[in-house]
């Protein structure tokens, strides 16, 4: 199934500046016409795009409140990250019963939902060793996505388990539909997210063949919605009913710490994801049991679609941590059950990065783009529009873009069509293969 | 038939840097499509040979050709060379100093692992002028 990206692009904000371009960590952006644009294939959902764009032409769009109205029953499933963005707040009960007052008929934790998803790991650690180790986290999905196109070897590394915020779908569907009496599908489930990502992800799933939200909703547009009726709620019922390792998977190392006893590894942000995949698949971390990695800085907390900074949300959050104990729920599920917490399709290799599926003609193309590479400058300009040399070397290679998007090939050619042969005197200092001995002049 | 050539300077002195020429060459050749046990193991040959230069030549050169049918490494070096190939090739044995210890290597499993995950090695090797390691990973047809 083709991808739907919840990362887009408003072309009438974007000046084509090109300062997406190298930020992404998977190359998937490139300007044309004075506008950027999305590689789909390549595209990870990270969102680091978004947080780099000077001029906000890159958007995630989350669902709209207004498909609330579309279900008779609307239930929220808020993710954990959303109780740190709140100033001053003591009671997770105040964000829950707002919940209430905002369209929503019930609230489902996805902290609830998490703590079930340790619960069961825990039991998988009791039963004996794990087939591959270390063993990844599937819990973000930028994640998923990275190892899919980059990473395959380790594919059979990651956990078998879905993510929080779809294990709480499929539960709070079920109690709904058994409360109200409801057919499942006029009931509508919508997570609040603090990513992209997971926005994406609850349109096409990573280890769901149907998808079990009916949306989801960013952080950011819940928040300012929310903050006028949690100061005027007239009581607060007790709703929640998490403890501190629910809450704890907000931030990156909450998961790990939840699997107790383990030697876990907990990495945050893109770059070191990459790097410690790297490390993994050549085998040099041998005595990790866990990795759990996160694309966002400091995990779900550091989302582009949160509002507070990370480092405050993740501190509010262990605030809120004081005097719960330590887990409230438990995998509920014996025997064949138990497969509702399992993804019901395998992670199947994305092979966006091959330049060919047939090695001989990969080998050539490989070496028109070492050939051509190395007689570009080597400033990684971005004036193609691609963020290096390489990746441009790769975009002609591959028809995506023609040598003369290149400024200093094209200026190359015309000073020696004007009869120049020495198209290096005209080149700015920086660029020049001789450098002329300026100082006896 | 194409062959791609690939050329690595390996910095001395730097333990940490080391295993960045195995991290690009390993880019390189997931862009091919080649079999993933066939680049698990010429990367894991390539950072034992980057170690190796690192550790007892002040670096040197990483030199990997690619057709359809092989990959050849050459890991070049002018240190000083390797009196006993057959005890070098021992695992166990090593002559890294303290620093490398220190730091975790130095384990003697350098020239063991690449001869268990490469098809083919060559050692060639002269005292005081230098040595150059060749393996050769097969990519199955």
């Known amino acids: 199934m083709a991808m739907r990206h919840s990362v887009v692009l408003d072309s009438r904000r974007c000046r084509g500046c090109t300062s997406c371009i190298k930020g992404c960590p998977t190359e998937a952006i490139r300007v044309r016409g004075r506008k950027a644009t999305i590689l789909p294939d390549r595209c990870i959902d990270c969102g680091e795009c978004i947080r780099i764009c000077p001029h906000k032409a890159i958007k995630s769009v989350g669902d709209q409140l207004d498909i609330l109205t579309r279900f008779e029953y609307c239930v929220a499933l808020p993710e954990p990250a959303l109780y740190g963005q709140f100033h001053n707040l003591d009671n997770i009960d105040i964000i829950l019963n707002a919940l209430l007052k905002i369209g929503f008929h019930k609230v489902f934790e996805v902290a609830k939902a998490a703590e079930m998803i340790s619960d069961f790991e825990r039991q998988a650690i009791c039963a004996g060793p794990p087939k591959v180790t270390p063993l990844i986290s599937s819990s973000c999905p930028t994640v998923l996505r990275l190892i899919r196109m980059r990473f395959p070897k380790l594919l059979p590394h990651v956990a078998c388990t879905i993510l929080p915020m779809e294990l709480a ?152 941590m004081k005097g719960l104990p330590v887990s409230r729920n438990r995998f509920p599920f014996q025997g064949e059950e138990r497969d509702i917490v399992r993804r019901d399709k395998d992670l199947q290799y994305l092979p966006t990065f091959v330049l060919d599926q047939d090695l001989g003609a990969a080998l050539n193309k490989q070496l028109r783009i070492q050939e051509l590479e190395s007689n570009l400058p080597g400033l990684h300009c971005g004036s193609c529009g691609a963020p290096s040399c390489h990746a441009f070397a790769e975009d002609v290679v591959l028809g995506r873009a023609t040598v003369d998007d290149c400024i200093f090939k094209v200026r190359e050619r015309m000073r020696s069509m004007a009869g120049k042969d020495e198209a290096d005197d005209y080149l700015p200092p920086p660029f020049r293969r001789q450098q002329h001995d300026t100082s006896r002049r | 038939m194409e062959t791609i050539k690939l050329v690595y300077p390996v910095e001395g002195g730097d333990l940490i840097e080391a295993g960045e020429a195995s991290s690009k060459m390993k880019l390189t050749l997931k862009k091919l499509g080649l079999p993933q046990d066939v680049i698990r193991r010429a990367s894991i040959c390539m950072y034992e040979g980057e170690i190796n230069m690192v550790i007892h030549a002040d670096g040197g050169e990483a030199q990997v050709e690619v057709d359809s049918d092989q990959i050849t490494i050459r890991m070049m070096d002018s240190g000083p060379g390797i009196p006993n190939v057959d005890q070098a090739m021992q695992e166990g044995f090593s002559t890294a100093d303290s620093t490398a210890r220190e730091l975790g290597f130095g384990a003697g499993m350098g020239l063991p692992n690449m001869k268990r995950y490469s098809d083919e090695m060559t050692i060639d090797t002269v005292v005081g002028t230098g040595t150059t390691v060749t393996v050769k990973i097969k990519i199955p047809q």
């Not at chain 1, 109200?180 to 769901?208: H, N, Q, Y």
């Not at chain 1, 403890?243 to 990495?267: D, K």
């Not at chain 1, 070191?272 to 790297?278: A, P, S, Y």
Request: hydrophobic letters at 45%; glycine letters at 10%.
């Open chain 1, 169 to 320: 779908a499929i539960l709070a569907r079920r109690e709904a539909a058994e409360e109200t009496g409801l057919p499942p599908e006029r009931i509508g489930v919508f997570a609040i997210v603090p990513c992209s990502s997971k926005v994406t992800a609850a349109r096409v799933s990573e280890g769901l063949q149907a998808p079990v939200l009916d949306g989801a909703f960013a952080i950011r547009d819940i928040y300012l919605r929310l903050l006028s009726p949690m100061k005027h709620l007239e009581q607060i019922e007790p709703m929640s009913s998490v403890g501190i390792m629910g809450l704890g998977w907000a931030s990156c190392g909450g998961e790990s710490a939840a699997r107790l006893r383990e030697q876990c590894v907990a990495v945050d942000g893109v770059p070191n994801v990459i790097r410690m995949l790297e490390e993994i698949e050549d085998g040099r971390l041998p005595e990790a049991d866990f990795l759990e990695l996160s694309a966002c800085t400091q995990g779900c907390v550091g989302g582009c679609f949160t509002v507070e900074n990370p480092y405050a949300a993740k501190m509010r959050i262990k605030g809120l």
